[in-house]
């Protein structure tokens, strides 16, 4: 085992010093670009923006370790892709049509304190990681939330009820939601532990949710006013 070749490579020490040489060169070659696009934060980005700097990273990458890859390559790959969000850039700005393909559009989560329809149809949606970003909104339970909207940077968007106007509603927190069960012992409101949906049920009946009709374990539910 040649220790000297898995650390150094088959390169000789003065090429450490050109790859440092490299990584700065790239590295603000990198930032000048990004600057361009007056992007301040990553949650600002779009995917089709955090695809650009995936790119980006791949060109940057080979010059900085590679000695047979020039710089001057990875030049000719930014200013290309840089053209390239340009005229994208331009086209999204005068078609609504190219904005939505490209960027995207705001999704709703929750609508009046349940799951939406159109969320209903996308099974991908981890409800865990959707529910532990409301938790970090001090929210309880779903009756507390008008509105809840994936933006399409990613990040959530919630229109609270106020107090006067809460409803009942789906606890979020893992201690409550534990307690799902088919079979009700008393009779009251219970949400679906699936979609949120609140109806009353007496005891002894076992219920198909009729809102998204895929489950039956429900939780009883919440009416709690949200602490801020």
């Known amino acids: 085992m040649n220790w000297q070749n898995i650390f150094f490579g088959t390169e000789n020490f003065i090429f450490l010093a050109e790859i440092a040489i490299r990584s700065l060169i790239m590295f603000f070659l990198l930032f000048a670009g990004l600057r361009l696009t007056g992007k ?71 609508h009046e304190g349940k799951a939406s329809k159109e969320s209903l149809k996308h099974k991908e949606l981890a409800m865990d990681e959707f529910f532990s970003i409301l938790r970090h909104q001090h929210i309880f339970h779903l009756g507390q939330v008008e509105s809840a909207i994936l933006e399409t940077s990613g990040e959530l968007s919630i229109l609270f009820y106020n107090s006067p ?31 949120g949906y609140t109806g009353i049920i007496n005891a002894g009946e076992k219920n198909i949710c009729q809102y998204c009709n895929c489950n039956d374990e429900w939780v009883k539910a919440e009416t709690a006013n949200r602490e801020k």
């Open 40 to 110: 301040r934060a990553v949650k600002q980005l779009s995917i089709f923006e955090l695809l650009i700097i995936i790119a980006l990273g791949s060109a940057a990458g080979d010059p900085m370790i590679y000695k047979e890859v020039g710089i001057l390559y990875a030049l000719i790959v930014f200013i290309i892709v840089f053209l390239s969000y340009w005229l994208i850039t331009k086209l999204i700005e005068h078609s609504e049509k190219m904005e939505t393909i490209l960027e995207g559009k705001p999704f709703c989560i929750i």
């Open 165 to 195: 106007d809460i409803k009942a509603g789906l606890p979020i927190w893992p201690d409550y939601l534990e307690k799902k069960t088919k079979h009700i012992k008393h009779s009251g409101i219970y949400a679906c532990t699936y979609c």
